[in-house]
């Protein structure tokens, strides 16, 4: 399989496991062609020596901004990205792609905060 037809298989993967967590204001191949573009950006992280892990901050905060905020949403990515990953890409990574698939969590985390606070200040305002 080719390095596209990888990341789009782990896209394809990655939209089974989230479809349906959030209200996602897209379709299925919408969804996979958004998943596909922050998957290539991943791998190419990953690819990166060193890893670049604020990739992973952005692919975060992008999943928050395409709203996928569900309870399972980030669970459910965590677990596949960690697993799938180190298949795609070997088990050399496995350390970067524990610190790649941490650093999306927390651009998640922050961008997820902010949202709220900004939601919070917009009811507020007079």
Partial sequence: MTDAGAVEALARAW??????????????DELVEYLTEISADLVAAL??????????????????????????????????????????????VRGDVAALVG?????????????TLDEQEAIGAP
Avoid at 54 to 61: I, K
Avoid at 107 to 113: C, D, H, Q, V
């Fill in 103 to 115: 650093a999306l969590a927390s651009g998640y985390a922050t961008t997820l905060r902010d949202r």
């Fill in 15 to 28: 939209a089974v496991e989230v479809e349906g967590t959030s209200y996602v204001p897209m379709g299925s």
């Fill in 47 to 92: 690819r990166a020596r060193p890893a670049d892990t604020t990739v992973g901050l952005a692919a975060g905060a992008r999943l928050v901004a395409a709203h996928f905020t569900g309870p399972s949403t980030l669970e459910r990515t965590i677990v596949l990205l960690s697993t799938r990953l180190p298949d795609l890409l070997g088990d050399v």
